[in-house]
């Protein structure tokens, strides 16, 4: 088991090194060490996970005196399972992908000491093993993005990311700092377990530490995932390879949930901090949302949907379903990847068929097929509020009948109930010829989705959280008081009832469209438009900086 | 006194002697032992005056530390780059002193910062003979025509800004361990900076197209290995000396 753990990052990292040091290198011969390399990391990954199934038990391996330490965990063991699979897409992926453009060595160089570095990160026992990875990723990704040498928009956005990253670097290593000083040890196990015996005996910056410490973390998960107002770095790195693009949002932006799970036992004694989280995430999915419908680029579209995705994802952390978030990030890993792979085949797709939907008069006369019709509205509405929130709750019931008590697990009900919705609705706006058998298959769909989904999520809950009690800790400290609480779920049940009844009414009594929108509609579309001027004001505070440094260096003569 | 040690552990504006020294030194190796040598009589002097060192000289230090920094953004020559980087990075030394470090410490977090520094300088000896000058955006793209000079003129900045895994990186970490959590909120802003001067260095340099043609050789192999056995052999020192394996 030890050697495996230290096999894991080693092997890319061996990858690597031959591959920079082999003189006058062929191409295929490169993308084939690499990718043998990707091959025998994942099977690697499976069998520790295999291992750690059959003897489940922690194992920490150190390799320094002072730091320099893997840790074997559940999550470690799901991680490097993720990373590694994805890593090995990318690689097999890449090797056609990237054959004719220049720097393929060096390409697939960084490409190894990237899955090198992220496994060194999943798999840390001790803070400076984890902090040297971390960092390490923000420069190997500077220069992936930035492969395109000659292409100076890649590099203003490697920079905006590289930048950004290193803006998430430094409150970690602050964190990492501040929990050394009080607890004494690099080793994490050894720091949580010391934690557990006296969270509340020290203060930093006037604040309990464990509450400083959470919202350091937390700061540099949100520079990492994306998080409104870090935010903005995401969308452009379309700039880079399709291959890096692949690995970032399947991968590395995922990191930020990742981080919050590794310092669970923190976030246990920083509730307040869970609210934040919440709020960021709930703030980040919305503006992603929004922002991802206005786009024009289906990358960059795929761009802030990542975004949105890592908003929920801290949502889930801040309502306390650590485990939810990692399930999500693997999930939407293995999604996203997918979608950015095809990309380039949706669009070839576009140029071909354009995607006009043929008219009613079309359909009867030409084809000779009858015409599509729709539920009626009322009938659409009611299936479209009851049924998600029956199916969601039912199947959560069955996994743990006492799920209602817990407030996290009731917020994301609601988002499970939001989305169900808006499936059976845009089902409704279809138009079929038979209305009421594709309403069935749709539900029947969704039943199985979200069992599926639930009864996985369950099973990732047991397997990374074995310790119940802790899970319940976290979730109590992401509660808030119940009288508060009751009355935001009755506020959001109104609001979500009546918001679905008022939209098929709406849509049955036909939404003309308005030829003249409205000044504050145009105002608000002006600021989507411009991404909420965000990106703007970084770039202004830039030129404050550079000028300011300009000016001291003319004063000082230059010495 | 502490005036005398603050010309060679460098406080603004007493560092201006050793940026003007360097500025006036022909070779490069000269300005890479100076950049050596220099703040080690720093901390030569502290250990025989041991002097008391006032809660003012660590706020002080930070002050000059961030000045530099700020300059670097819009610093284009290497060696100019290389010098106030140093500035910067030794009058972080003070927060370390203020903490009643030992002298082996003081020393070797000295030559931690120093001798990627003093590296840098040496670089810029092969770029000037390549390009005439050592000055960012005058021949940008090298990484085209002289992959390894690239390659080395990126590490080695890497490895001055206190990247992992050069020992700069578990250098600063030493010194945050020591500070106060608002002095260390400082420290980690210099470095933030360092970390955005050296990409600012390096695209100007490294990557972009140029209008102007490079017509010079890349960096032979054997200066190339030499650099990359240097860097090597820091790296692994610093793990060792940190207690990180090797």
């Known amino acids: 088991m030890d050697k495996l753990i230290v096999l894991l990052p080693a092997l890319p990292l061996l990858s690597a090194v031959i591959n920079a040091l082999l003189p006058n290198n062929k191409r295929r011969r490169v993308a084939r060490i690499s990718i043998g390399s990707a091959t025998i990391t994942l099977l690697l990954a499976a069998m520790t996970l295999v291992e750690y199934l059959c003897v489940p038990q922690p194992t920490l391996v150190w390799l320094g005196v002072h730091w320099g330490s893997l840790y074997l965990d559940p999550l470690a063991c799901i991680m490097t399972l993720g990373v590694a699979s994805i890593n090995l897409v990318v690689h097999v992926y890449s090797a056609r992908y990237m054959a004719e453009e220049s720097g393929y060595t060096r390409f697939y160089v ?87 015996a006296a969270p509340e005996a020290h203060t930093a910056f006037g604040l309990p530490l464990m509450t400083t410490a959470g919202l350091l973390i937390a700061l540099a998960g949100f520079a990492r995932s994306a998080q409104f107002p870090l935010h903005t770095w995401l969308p452009y790195t379309m700039e880079g390879p399709t291959p890096v693009s692949v690995l970032m949002h399947a991968g590395i932006v995922n990191a930020g949930g990742f981080l919050i799970n590794l310092f669970a036992p923190v976030f246990v004694y920083a509730g307040d901090v869970l609210h934040l989280l919440f709020a960021v995430g709930l703030i980040t999915a919305l503006l992603g949302s929004v922002l991802m419908l206005t786009q024009n680029d289906v990358k960059k579209a795929l761009g802030y949907s990542t975004m949105g995705q890592m908003g929920f994802m801290f949502v889930e952390c801040g309502v306390g379903a650590f485990s ?60 479209t509020v009851v049924v998600p929130i029956a199916v969601l709750g039912l199947s959560h019931w069955l996994v743990g009948s006492h799920f209602v008590g817990q407030q996290g697990a009731v917020v994301l009900l609601f988002f499970g109930w939001v989305t169900g919705a808006q499936l059976l609705f845009a089902t409704y706006r279809l138009r079929a010829e038979s209305p009421w058998r594709t309403m069935a298959m749709v539900i029947l769909s969704l039943v199985v989705v979200v069992a599926g989904y639930t009864l996985i999520a369950h099973a990732f809950d047991l397997f990374l959280y074995p310790d119940r009690a802790l899970s319940a800790r976290i979730f109590a400290a992401a509660s808030i008081p119940l009288t508060t609480f009751e009355i935001l779920v009755g506020i959001l049940t109104l609001s979500i009832v009546s918001g679905w009844l008022a939209t098929y009414y709406t849509n049955d009594k036909g939404d003309k469209r308005n030829d003249n929108p409205s000044e504050l509609r145009l105002a608000f579309y002006s600021l989507v438009s411009r991404e909420f001027y965000v990106a703007d004001v970084y770039a202004w505070m830039n030129q404050v900086v550079l000028h300011l440094s300009r000016r001291l260096n003319v004063w000082a003569r230059w010495v | ?31 890479a032992a100076l950049l050596l040598l220099w703040p080690q009589i720093g ?195 610093s793990l060792h000396f940190t207690g990180g394996g090797l």
């Not at chain 2, 040690?5 to 190796?29: E, G, H, K």
């Not at chain 2, 972080?92 to 590296?119: E, N, Y």
């Not at chain 2, 390549?130 to 990126?154: C, D, F, K, N, W």
Request: aromatic share 10%.
């Open chain 1, 324 to 383: 939810l978030a990692i399930y999500h990030l693997i999930a939407h890993g293995l999604f996203k990847g997918t979608l950015f792979l095809s990309s380039g085949g949706v669009i070839g797709d576009a140029r071909k068929h354009d995607g006009v939907p043929h008219d009613d008069v079309y359909t009867f006369v030409v084809e000779r097929r009858p015409v599509a019709s729709r539920l009626p509205w009322v009938a659409a509405a009611v299936i």
């Open chain 1, 110 to 196: 960084l490409l190894d000491l990237m899955a090198a570095a992220i496994l060194l990160m999943v798999t840390a026992g001790d803070l400076i093993t984890l902090l040297l990875a971390w960092n390490l990723i923000g420069v190997l990704l500077y220069f992936l993005l930035g492969h395109d040498t000659r292409r100076a928009t890649a590099q203003r956005y490697a920079f905006w990311t590289f930048f950004t990253y290193r803006l998430g670097d430094l409150p970690l290593i602050l964190a990492a700092v501040l929990l050394v000083q009080a607890y004494h040890t690099l080793s994490l196990p050894l720091l949580f377990e010391r934690i557990a």
């Open chain 2, 43 to 237: 901390v030569a002097l502290l250990y025989v005056l041991r002097l008391e060192i006032p809660a003012f000289v660590v706020i002080w230090a930070l002050l000059s530390a961030a000045f530099y920094a700020l300059r670097l953004l819009t610093v284009r020559d290497l060696r100019l780059w290389a010098s106030l980087l140093s500035s910067s990075a030794l009058a972080l030394t003070w927060g370390l002193v203020a903490h009643g470090a030992d002298i082996a410490q003081l020393s070797l977090f000295v030559i931690w910062l120093s001798l990627p520094a003093a590296l840098l300088v040496l670089l810029t000896g092969p770029v000037v003979r390549r390009l005439g000058a050592a000055y960012a955006g005058l021949y940008a793209g090298i990484v085209e025509h002289q992959p390894r000079l690239a390659v080395i003129l990126t590490a080695v900045v890497l490895c001055t800004v206190a990247t992992p895994p050069f020992p700069g990186f578990f250098a600063m970490l030493d010194l945050l361990r020591d500070l106060s959590s608002a002095a260390a909120l400082g420290v980690l802003g210099i470095w933030l900076i360092w970390g955005w001067s050296a990409t600012r260095l390096l695209q100007g340099f490294v990557v972009a197209s140029s209008s102007r043609e490079i017509d010079a050789p890349d960096l032979g192999r054997g200066g190339m290995a030499t650099y990359v056995v240097a860097l090597f052999i820091f790296a692994a020192a």
């Open chain 2, 1 to 31: 006194m502490l005036l005398f040690v603050a010309l060679f552990l460098p406080l603004y504006p007493l560092s201006a002697v050793q940026n003007l020294i360097l500025m006036r030194l022909r070779t490069p190796v000269a300005r």
